[in-house]
């Protein structure tokens, strides 16, 4: 299957934040484009905006003069929709609202051609929905782009039940020939970033609630250790509460109420509050002019740390060695189940389960726990908590073995599974359950998760790294202490694991 040829006219409808951004990337790569909103000016104010912004690309030496003409003049503004007849591709980009949108699709597919293919931007409506009722609704597939369109790389093509697969695959060579990275996700709820980014956000929102840390510790230790560019707070006082709050909504309402997707109640609380984040001047954070952004909470050890021991091999935390032998600590190595012993102390990678349950449990005095880091080697803070009964002496030690690192060590209160493991597992379960489901393929996923959101590794690789097994014993520690079916691992994990396979192999569900 070959893109849609460059000569081809593509109709963008709606001329806001995405309609704007999608007209210059289609004029980009070349197409003769048409802008059309309902609001009469709108298209040539938008088409205006974009040449503005086509400029600064050139004033930054990352676009020459006369491209930006040419750009320029393929993008032709039009102020009545039966300008639009003889489109080839009609991407919309209107108001989200289901009967606003069939009715446009309606009409259009009265004044195009019966080859036109129909896209739509939507973001949280199913494109089977969409499509219902039309004559033609396998030329109806969904065209997902992410804020602002011209920067973010991922393309959701979302194929409704009745979308021709032909038509799927062309707008994503499409998509490609646009320079982006295309995916392909059935129309289900939320697509795929829209459901396997839920549990980011959900987990900090409840640690929070159950007092492990403050936001801005929380935060840290998703960027430092997590390696995520924010936070899961800083994030969401970006993004919005009341868009954030909003999609959650959207999801737990369309999965039947699963408690996978419960919202929360801190964050339901911003917003009737009206603290929306960054727009209103507050929300997790105060964004006054004269506002201090509160500092991570940070152990300090005046002990010294020369020596450990080393039991076994410590699985996805094993180049914490070298760091350690890096740094000078003298190691002894010995058989063992993946501890290392420093004075008093024994540290662990969490397993999911309380420290305290666990001390008792296998028996390991002064224990102390350590959250999963993207890359030992390379992180800069870490997250511990430890057991009831271990001492202030045997945590010393710990903080001052991990400092010794050149780790800034974060302690929280002791909850399964830390702050990063348990996001990660959590990512991973749910990027497993949309695989099992057929939404996207694994390797899909865990593109849409990187070019979408950002996310320093996809979850799924990320699981695999840790290891399919581990992954599952966090999830089902998670969900004994919580006894909740929000932490009901994927049987997708179960089955990979019983059959040794990969999560990443797998086709495209279209
Ligand atoms: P927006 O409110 O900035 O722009 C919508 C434009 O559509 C307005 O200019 C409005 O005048 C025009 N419009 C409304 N009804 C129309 C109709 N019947 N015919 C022609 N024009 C009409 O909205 P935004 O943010 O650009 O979103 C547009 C679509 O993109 C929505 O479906 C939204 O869910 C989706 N989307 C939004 C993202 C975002 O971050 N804002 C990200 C991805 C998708």
């Not at 963008?12 to 990337?25: D, H, N, S, Y």
Request: aromatic share 6%.
């Amino acid at each position: 299957m070959s893109a849609l040829d460059s000569n081809a006219l593509v109709a963008v409808i709606g001329a806001g934040a995405m309609g704007a951004g999608i007209a210059q990337v289609a004029a980009q790569a070349g197409h003769p484009v048409k802008l059309y909103d309902n609001r009469p000016g709108a298209a040539a104010q938008a088409i205006t905006g974009i040449d503005r912004q086509l400029g600064r690309l050139v004033e930054k030496g990352k676009l020459q003069g006369a491209a930006r003409e040419a750009i320029s003049a393929r993008l032709q503004p039009v102020e009545a929709i039966e300008g639009l007849a003889d489109a080839r591709l009609v991407i919309e980009a209107i108001v989200e609202n289901l009967q606003v949108k069939q009715d446009l699709l309606r009409q259009l597919e009265g004044l195009c051609g019966s080859d036109c293919i129909l896209a739509s931007n939507t973001s949280s409506l199913s494109i089977t929905s969409l499509a219902a009722g039309l004559q033609r609704p396998q030329q109806v597939v969904g065209m997902h782009f992410f804020n602002p369109a011209p920067l973010m790389a991922l393309v959701e093509i979302v194929s409704g039940l009745a979308s021709d697969p032909a038509i799927a695959a062309l707008l994503y060579e499409t998509a490609k020939a646009w320079g982006k990275k295309p995916v392909h996700a059935r129309s289900t709820p939320g697509f795929i970033v829209n459901r396997v980014a839920r549990p980011f956000y959900a987990e900090s929102l409840r640690l929070l609630q159950e007092g492990a840390a403050d936001c801005a510790t929380l935060d840290a230790l998703l960027r430092d250790a997590g390696g995520f560019r924010m936070g899961a707070f800083e994030l969401t006082d970006l993004i919005g509460h009341d868009v954030n709050y909003a999609v959650t909504c959207s999801v737990f309402e369309a999965f039947y109420g699963d408690f996978r997707f419960q919202p929360s109640l801190v964050q339901k609380e911003l917003v009737d509050a009206g603290r929306l984040g960054r727009k209103s001047g507050q929300g997790f954070y105060r964004y006054a002019d004269d506002a201090e952004r509160p500092a991570a909470a940070e152990l300090h050890s005046q002990a010294h740390a020369e020596t450990c021991v080393v039991e076994g091999q410590l699985g996805v935390m094993q180049p914490l060695l070298q760091r350690l032998r890096d740094s000078g600590v003298g190691i002894t190595e010995r058989a063992g189940t993946g501890l290392i012993r420093v004075g008093d102390a024994t540290l662990a990678l969490s397993d999911g389960r309380l420290a305290s349950e666990r001390a008792r449990d296998d028996g390991l005095r002064n224990l102390v726990l350590l959250d999963l880091a993207l890359d030992y080697q390379a992180a800069s803070r870490i997250a511990i908590s430890w057991s009831a009964d271990t001492s202030a002496e045997a945590r010393d030690q710990a903080v001052a073995l991990l400092q010794r690192a050149g780790l800034k060590v974060t302690g929280i209160a002791d909850l399964p599974g830390l702050v990063v493991l348990r996001t990660v597992a959590m990512l991973a379960n749910e990027a497993a359950d949309a695989v099992l489901q057929g939404v996207g393929s694994g390797a899909d996923i865990d593109l849409a998760m990187c070019a979408g959101v950002n996310y320093p590794r996809g979850p799924l690789a990320w699981a695999e790294q840790i290891g399919v097994g581990y992954t599952l014993k966090v999830l089902d520690h998670l969900q004994r202490s919580y006894g909740e079916s929000r932490y009901r691992p994927s049987l997708l994990l179960r089955r990979s694991q019983a059959e040794g396979a990969t999560l990443l192999t797998g086709s495209s569900p279209v």
